[in-house]
Nanobody, 114 residues
Framework: QVPLVESGGGSVQAGDSLSLSCTTSDRSGIYDMGWYRQAPGKEREVVAIISWTGDRIIYADSVKGRFTISRDNTKRAVTLQVNRLKVGDTAKYHC????????WGQGTQVTVSS
């Protein structure tokens, strides 16, 4: 599996912003990357996916216009800028690599309070 390390989570107020980062030490693979999230008692859901070249991006409807995903292949990093956070965004956010096999990181917690 591709090693993934996330950072950048935290506890914030509604309306605040965070920047979530994910890096991998894998230097040879070419694959889409992205972010999923899982709230307590809920299934894991996709947040955003970005292709290797960055020309294809998808967002969950619930985050469109508030979250922005980007990647820097020279640093083997993908970033999720999360703005105008809502209480409903509270979840553990997992980095994802569309490698073989699909891989998710351990996650970083985002907690949003009103």
């Amino acid at each position: 599996q591709v090693p993934l390390v996330e950072s950048g989570g935290g506890s914030v107020q509604a309306g605040d912003s965070l920047s979530l980062s994910c890096t991998t030490s894998d230097r040879s693979g070419i694959y889409d990357m992205g972010w999923y999230r899982q709230a307590p008692g809920k299934e894991r859901e996709v947040v955003a996916i970005i292709s290797w070249t960055g020309d294809r991006i998808i967002y969950a409807d619930s985050v469109k216009g508030r979250f922005t995903i980007s990647r820097d292949n020279t640093k083997r990093a993908v970033t999720l800028q999360v703005n105008r956070l809502k209480v409903g965004d509270t979840a553990k956010y997992h980095c994802y690599a569309d490698a073989q096999p699909d891989t998710w990181g351990q996650g970083t917690q985002v907690t949003v309070s009103s």
